[in-house]
């Protein structure tokens, strides 16, 4: 039992999926929203859009930031946010990482966008009035007034703290958004004595006006979808992936990407499918010839199988016979540096 617990911890050790993220292209995750943490959040936020009777519920795809596309109401989401192992990734490289708080706040904030854009109320005189003008240009740096009143706090900025609201009309309108959408804000007690009240009572007004107008039909191209971002993570980082392989312990995908290089063509057979269906022969094969337990093997071979699925790799049925013979002479060899040194070294 000891021995088929390290074989695991080395697998599937942090060392070996860092290894094998850092590898990995950004458009080969196949992420989706569904199933993903970041899917709850979604849910959250449709609840508060539904409490508020707002029929508008915007739509979302996986980016490489946080934002909606220049006068789109579709909201971009940072990949990361997809998989707790890419959030992991994503802390350590960069020092940080969204808190669920967080997460809702920001969502809140892009829906104000995408509830701008959906109707473009930009265009109302009135929003005007109260923001600005829309057409001002934006600006990528400014100098906040921290003391000010004219603007509400929500989202923290690691450079502009709690100013956000003043960068832009949009980025205002967005933020005040977000906080009379938040439950239990306060606002009217919180903002009451505060000019960005008048910003608030607005916004009430102005959603009970168009909660239940269906929004706009806006067809325009995504920014960056994750379909798109062909580098690999280590390149998104700007890391060097080869320091991190000594550590990889666990680390098979060469070994796989060798014996199934990349092919096209019909009738291709799953290479994943392939080491599932003769699994049990394997085992009784490796078990014989390493010297290993059964449960030990069998680790050894879930996690073969779990690499060529993620990797979709596959081979020719001609190659069959050929394709086993590679596979058992690997997992052999895997196993018997597993008995002999107790690391898999392959």
């Known amino acids: 039992?000891?021995?088929?617990?390290?074989?695991?911890?080395?697998?599937?050790?942090?060392?070996?999926?860092?290894?094998?993220?850092?590898?990995?292209?950004?458009?080969?995750?196949?992420?989706?929203?569904?199933?993903?943490?970041?899917?709850?959040?979604?849910?959250?936020?449709?609840?508060?859009?539904?409490?508020?009777?707002?029929?508008?519920?915007?739509?979302?795809?996986?980016?490489?930031?946080?934002?909606?596309?220049?006068?789109?109401?579709?909201?971009?989401?940072?990949?990361?946010?997809?998989?707790?192992?890419?959030?992991?990734?994503?802390?350590?490289?960069?020092?940080?990482?969204?808190?669920?708080?967080?997460?809702?706040?920001?969502?809140?904030?892009?829906?104000?966008?995408?509830?701008?854009y959906a109707y473009r109320l930009w265009e109302y005189p009135e929003w005007s009035d109260t923001f600005g003008l829309f057409s001002r240009p934006y600006r990528d740096?400014?100098?906040?007034?921290?003391?000010?009143?004219?603007?509400?706090?929500?989202?923290?900025?690691?450079?502009?703290?709690?100013?956000?609201?003043?960068?832009?009309?949009?980025?205002?309108?967005?933020?005040?958004?977000?906080?009379?959408?938040?439950?239990?804000?306060?606002?009217?007690?919180?903002?009451?004595n505060w000019p960005a009240f008048k910003k608030l009572e607005y916004v009430d007004?102005?959603?009970?006006?168009?909660?239940?107008?269906?929004?706009?039909?806006?067809?325009?191209?995504?920014?960056?979808?994750?379909?798109k971002l062909t580098i690999s993570l280590a390149e998104y980082y700007g890391q060097e992936a080869d320091k991190y392989r000594a550590a990889a312990q666990g680390y098979v995908d060469d070994k796989l990407k060798s014996i199934f290089p990349p092919i096209t063509g019909r009738n291709l057979v799953s290479a994943a499918e392939l080491l599932r269906a003769n699994h049990h022969d394997l085992i009784a094969r490796i078990t014989r010839w390493s010297g290993l337990s059964e449960e030990e093997v069998n680790i050894i071979l879930v996690k073969l199988e779990k690499r060529a699925e993620e990797l979709g790799l596959h081979y020719r049925r001609a190659e069959t016979v050929a394709k086993m013979m590679d596979i058992t002479s690997l997992a052999t060899s895997l196993a018997m540096d597993f008995a002999y040194t107790g690391r898999l070294i392959g």
Not at 205 to 210: E, T
């Open 205 to 227: 007004i102005l959603m009970k006006k168009i909660r239940n107008i269906p929004a706009l039909s806006i067809q325009a191209s995504l920014v960056n979808p994750i379909e």
């Open 1 to 116: 039992m000891i021995a088929a617990s390290k074989a695991l911890a080395a697998l599937n050790s942090w060392e070996t999926i860092r290894y094998e993220l850092l590898q990995t292209r950004i458009c080969d995750l196949e992420l989706k929203i569904k199933g993903s943490p970041v899917e709850a959040h979604i849910k959250k936020l449709y609840a508060e859009l539904s409490l508020k009777k707002i029929i508008f519920k915007p739509e979302f795809y996986f980016t490489d930031s946080w934002g909606c596309p220049d006068q789109i109401p579709v909201i971009g989401i940072p990949f990361y946010l997809a998989d707790k192992r890419l959030m992991r990734l994503e802390e350590e490289q960069t020092g940080e990482i969204e808190s669920d708080t967080m997460i809702d706040m920001y969502l809140r904030h892009e829906t104000g966008h995408a509830i701008n």
């Open 141 to 192: 740096t400014f100098r906040p007034r921290l003391l000010s009143r004219q603007f509400v706090r929500h989202i923290s900025h690691s450079q502009y703290g709690r100013t956000y609201a003043q960068k832009h009309p949009d980025e205002d309108f967005a933020e005040t958004f977000a906080v009379w959408l938040t439950p239990k804000s306060g606002w009217r007690r919180k903002y009451r």
